[in-house]
């Protein structure tokens, strides 16, 4: 389900700037763009991991592309939870295309898509920065950890702790890339809490 192609300006010189096409895709990622995600995710400490197959079919994915090149620019995943949650499990912009806008295009235009499911949209995040920047102009409440997310909310509770969990960690992939990456990236893996709650229909 393609958006619209948007044309981005790029920086280029003043008389010669660049512009690219660029479209937001929702579509299964192909093996080869799944396998480049892939590749520099397992470099990242800050992302633990997802599957091939869940690039490629399992989970609800979007790519954004160069429309003329049709070059990979970055890749979002997300993960439909029980209940009305669905979490936005990765948003990732390649490394040579960085601090050009796409990661705000990416999220932006996935949310909007997203938007008519009137899903609560849950997202963590593991530093300050572009990604903190992104998610709280696009509306999310943020907050630094699990515990303050939870604190006074037995029902957050019981669901992020018990059915979140279960359902995050039920994929063998996953469970190895987090062991590895304690390991050779010294992770932690402590997340700060992004909530964007379902906006209610105006009452006529
Ligand atoms: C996070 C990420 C998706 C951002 O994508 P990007 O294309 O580089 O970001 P953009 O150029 O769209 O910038 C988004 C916003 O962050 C701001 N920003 C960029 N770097 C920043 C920084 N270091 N500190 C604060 N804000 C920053 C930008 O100014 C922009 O805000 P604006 O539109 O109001 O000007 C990208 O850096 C990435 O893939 N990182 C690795 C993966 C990751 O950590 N993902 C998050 C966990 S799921």
């Given at each position: 389900?393609?958006?619209?192609?948007?044309?981005?300006?790029?920086?280029?010189?003043?008389?010669?700037?660049?512009?690219?096409?660029?479209?937001?895709?929702r579509?299964?990622?192909?093996?080869?763009?799944?396998?480049?995600?892939?590749?520099?995710?397992r470099?990242s400490?800050?992302?633990?991991?997802?599957?091939?197959?869940?690039?490629?079919?399992?989970?609800?994915?979007?790519?954004?592309?160069?429309?003329?090149?049709?070059?990979?620019?970055?890749?979002?995943?997300?993960?439909?939870?029980?209940?009305?949650?669905?979490?936005?499990?990765?948003?990732?912009?390649?490394?040579?295309?960085?601090?050009?806008?796409?990661?705000?295009?990416?999220?932006?235009?996935?949310?909007?898509?997203l938007?008519?499911?009137?899903?609560?949209?849950?997202?963590?995040?593991?530093?300050?920065?572009?990604?903190?920047?992104?998610?709280?102009s696009?509306?999310?409440?943020?907050?630094?950890?699990?515990?303050?997310?939870?604190?006074?909310?037995?029902?957050?509770?019981?669901?992020?702790?018990?059915?979140?969990?279960?359902?995050?960690?039920?994929?063998?992939?996953?469970?190895?890339?987090?062991?590895?990456?304690?390991?050779?990236?010294?992770?932690?893996?402590?997340?700060?809490?992004?909530?964007?709650?379902?906006?209610?229909?105006?009452?006529?």
């Amino acid at each position: 389900m393609p958006t619209q192609p948007m044309l981005v300006r790029e920086a280029g010189t003043a008389a010669d700037p660049q512009t690219r096409e660029v479209e937001l895709q929702r579509r299964p990622l192909t093996r080869p763009e799944a396998a480049e995600v892939m590749a520099q995710i397992r470099r990242s400490p800050k992302i633990t991991g997802y599957s091939t197959a869940e690039w490629t079919g399992r989970r609800d994915t979007f790519v954004l592309v160069d429309l003329t090149s049709g070059e990979l620019l970055g890749a979002l995943l997300t993960h439909h939870l029980a209940g009305n949650w669905c979490e936005i499990a990765v948003v990732f912009v390649l490394e040579a295309h960085r601090g050009r806008g796409y990661g705000r295009l990416l999220l932006g235009g996935a949310l909007r898509t997203l938007a008519p499911s009137r899903k609560r949209q849950l997202l963590f995040f593991s530093a300050e920065g572009a990604m903190e920047t992104m998610v709280r102009s696009a509306g999310f409440e943020v907050f630094p950890d699990e515990d303050s997310f939870v604190r006074g909310r037995p029902g957050r509770s019981i669901y992020l702790r018990s059915i979140y969990k279960a359902q995050w960690l039920s994929n063998i992939y996953r469970i190895r890339e987090m062991r590895r990456k304690r390991r050779e990236l010294d992770c932690s893996f402590t997340f700060k809490v992004a909530l964007l709650e379902t906006k209610k229909e105006p009452s006529k």
